[in-house]
């Protein structure tokens, strides 16, 4: 059972805009910042988001990240086929005083 | 270009103890990012380790604690993780990373700009 609650799933046609739900508390995503990463089947994960809404370099700005409260957003717009992947997101917790991450959701681009 | 590279057995017998070593290139060890371990387990999600500052400072997840030691070799610009009393439940894929970690008006931003490609432990007799 991860510290942050992420769907499984979520899935989307190329061109649509979708968004990945990632819910926390206090300790985690309401007192600190939140990062999500793509991972691509046999492959490690990379960074795609930090500091709640800043791109990695190369991310185009279809990617964009949000937080309010203790809950965060990974919206996707302008779905593409290779966008298909896992994400990830990740914050740091004060009562565990550690990294936590999500579960993690599979995209599927139908 | 910066490479993280990960090594170790990649079959562990239960009860035994899981040694891995992360050798950075391309970058010096002794910088104010921290170090990390994160594992995957088949099909499943990512569970952060542990970090380790260049000066032996560690954090530890807390639901491994006392399994788990992580120390840095300056000298080898490398990290090792060592996870003692194996069971299945430690086969995984681990991964070493390189975390940045700052604290901004209270906030605390922890993440992984970096990361080695993964080697596979299967912990079975």
């Known amino acids: 059972q991860s510290v942050l609650t992420q769907p499984p799933s979520v899935s989307g046609t190329p061109g649509q805009r979708v968004t990945i739900s990632c819910s926390g508390s206090s300790s985690n995503i309401g007192s600190n910042s939140v990062n999500w990463y793509r991972q691509l089947p046999g492959t490690a994960p990379k960074l795609l988001i930090y500091?709640?809404?800043k791109r990695t370099s190369g991310v185009p700005d279809r990617f964009s990240g949000s937080k309010s409260g203790t809950s965060a957003s990974l919206a996707i717009s302008g779905l593409q086929s290779d966008d298909e992947a896992d994400y990830y997101c990740a914050a740091w917790d004060d009562s565990l005083n550690g990294g936590v991450f999500g579960g993690g959701t599979k995209l599927t681009v139908l | 270009q910066v490479q993280l590279q990960e090594s170790g057995p990649g079959l562990v017998k239960p009860s035994e103890t899981l040694s891995l070593t992360c050798v950075v290139s391309?970058?010096?060890?002794?910088?104010?990012?921290?170090w990390a371990w994160v594992r995957q387990s088949p099909g499943k999600g990512l569970e952060w380790i542990g970090s380790?500052?260049?000066?032996?400072?560690?954090y530890y997840n807390p639901s491994l604690k006392s399994r788990v030691t992580v120390s840095v070799d300056t000298s080898k610009n490398r990290f090792s993780l060592s996870v003692t009393s194996v069971t299945a439940a430690d086969t995984a894929v681990y991964y070493c990373?390189?975390?940045?970690?700052?604290?901004?008006?209270?906030?605390?931003?922890?993440?992984?700009?970096?990361w080695g490609r993964g080697t596979r432990v299967t912990v079975s007799s």
């Open positions: 500091t709640n809404n």
């Open positions: 391309d970058f010096s060890i002794i910088s104010s990012y921290y």
């Open positions: 380790i500052f260049h000066s032996g400072y560690t």
């Open positions: 990373a390189r975390a940045l970690s700052s604290l901004v008006a209270g906030r605390r931003d922890y993440y992984f700009d970096l």
